[in-house]
Nanobody, 126 residues
Framework: QLQLAESGGGLVQPGGSLRLSCLATGSPIDGIHIGWFRQAPGKEREAVSCISSSSTVTTIARTVKGRFTISRDNANNAVYLQMNNLKVEDTAVYHC???????????????????WGQGTQVTVDS
C-alpha cells in the first residue's frame, strides 16, 4: 500500500528558500500523479502543484507560479517541491498526495487527493 511522507519544512525568513520532499514507500510511484496542497491556519486548503507520472505535465497554482517548482525522481520514489522567494502567506502545512490527474484549477476538492501524509510545516517569518 502506498504511503507518502513529507519532509523539509522549517522556519525561513521572507525571500528564503526551502525544498520539500515527498518520499513514497510501499509501492512505486512511477505510474502515479503526485500533487502538493497546503493548509494554513484559518484558511481553506489550497492546491499548490502537481506532476504527472512521467513528468510531462506539471501544474502550479497562480499564487506560487514563478516561485515554486515541482519535480520527481521515480528511481528514488520521490517528488520534490522547490520553494523560492518565500512569502509570509506561504506559511502552512504542506502535504503531498496521489492524484488521478493534474488539473488543479477550481475549488479545492478533498476527493482529488489520496494517501496524503502527515505534512510538513513551513513557516515564513522575519
Amino acid at each position: 500500500q502506498l504511503q507518502l511522507a513529507e519532509s523539509g519544512g522549517g522556519l525561513v525568513q521572507p525571500g528564503g528558500s526551502l525544498r520539500l520532499s515527498c518520499l513514497a514507500t510501499g509501492s512505486p510511484i512511477d505510474g502515479i500523479h503526485i500533487g502538493w496542497f497546503r493548509q494554513a491556519p484559518g484558511k481553506e486548503r489550497e492546491a499548490v502543484s502537481c506532476i504527472s507520472s512521467s513528468s510531462t505535465v506539471t501544474t502550479i497554482a497562480r499564487t506560487v507560479k514563478g516561485r515554486f517548482t515541482i519535480s520527481r525522481d521515480n528511481a528514488n520514489n520521490a517528488v520534490y517541491l522547490q520553494m523560492n522567494n518565500l512569502k509570509v502567506e506561504d506559511t502552512a502545512v504542506y502535504h503531498c498526495a496521489r492524484r488521478a490527474g493534474c488539473n488543479i484549477g477550481g475549488p479545492f476538492r478533498e476527493s482529488d487527493y489520496l494517501d496524503w501524509g502527515q505534512g510538513t510545516q513551513v513557516t515564513v517569518d522575519s
